[in-house]
């Protein structure tokens, strides 16, 4: 009797250690998605951190998780900087979307945290270690930003700020906006330094990460010409040219927006 227990106690805990295995197997051979990366947006010069709101709210709708970084605007290092350190508190992979300026931003930011899967530019500076904005602007035909800037704001430590004319800023920058929130936006731009859009890029990302372009055609801040040259220049997976679109078309056209910066996400965590 006490062998015939012995023997049935062997076989339960047998039969058990195979439902085990078979239970490990099964869930291995699930294909279980992986995590979604977070999404990262940077606004760039003369915006905020609202500028992303539809980009957000479309991004949020397909489950993404979502920061819209605080650029201060003070230089392309310390900006940079600030966004690698909100990077840094992310826990798993990260797409980061720059617009404008914020586009040098990414690019330096990016190059020391290997958990950025990919970069999208909007609108954005893409420049070469030891370019500036003011560079690449400068080399195309086409922008009218400096006609439209009011007279600098000196500051205490004798830096300048730099706004656009409110009068001014929807036909320079929002041109495809409804004109009452282009006037919202006017009132709440964020100034950049002017030393900020000359200094040189740190580091180029987007020679390592793979990076996405969306841009308007009648940009009148940073020329198309110039954007198109960037995109070639990075060997963009997709580039997207919006006719009529003005700079800002993260606000003009969200879900064009958002859905580039999926297929960014998509494409790269689909990867084995």
């Not at 998780?65 to 940079?80: H, S």
């Not at 709440?188 to 200094?199: D, F, N, Y």
């Not at 995109?231 to 993260?250: D, L, Q, Y």
């Not at 969200?254 to 998509?266: C, D, G, N, S, T």
Request: hydrophobic share 50%.
């Amino acid at each position: 009797m006490k062998k015939l227990s012995c023997l049935v106690r062997a076989f339960v805990a047998a039969g058990v250690m195979a439902l085990q295995f078979l239970a490990a197997s099964s869930a291995a051979a699930l294909d279980v998605p992986a995590a979604k990366p977070t999404i990262v947006l940077v606004h760039g010069a003369f915006a905020e951190s609202a500028s992303w709101n539809d980009v957000a709210r479309e991004l949020g709708a397909r489950n993404y998780p979502v920061i819209a970084a605080a650029n201060p605007l003070r230089g392309v290092k310390t900006d940079a900087d600030h966004v690698e350190a909100v990077i840094a508190a992310v826990q798993g992979s990260v797409v980061l979307v720059g617009h404008s300026y914020g586009g040098s931003v990414i690019s330096a930011a990016a190059a020391k945290r290997p958990n950025v899967l990919a970069l999208v530019f909007v609108s954005a500076f893409a420049p070469e270690a030891g370019e500036s904005a003011a560079d690449l602007s400068g080399r195309f035909p086409g922008s009218t930003l400096g006609s439209a800037l009011a007279p600098p704001v000196m500051l205490p430590d004798g830096s300048k700020d730099l706004y656009i004319v409110q009068d001014k800023f929807g036909k320079q920058f929002a041109a495809d906006v409804a004109p009452a929130v282009a006037r919202l936006m006017a009132v709440s731009q964020r100034p950049i330094t002017e030393a900020a859009l000359g200094e040189p890029a740190p580091a180029a990302a987007w020679k390592t990460v793979p990076s996405w372009f969306i841009y308007g055609d009648r940009d009148k801040n940073i020329p198309p010409a110039a954007l198109a040259f960037m995109a070639e220049r990075a060997h963009s997976k997709k580039t997207v040219v919006v006719k009529g679109a003005s700079h800002v078309v993260m606000t003009s056209r969200p879900k064009l927006v958002a859905r580039l910066i999926v297929e960014a996400a998509e494409a790269k965590t689909a990867q084995p």
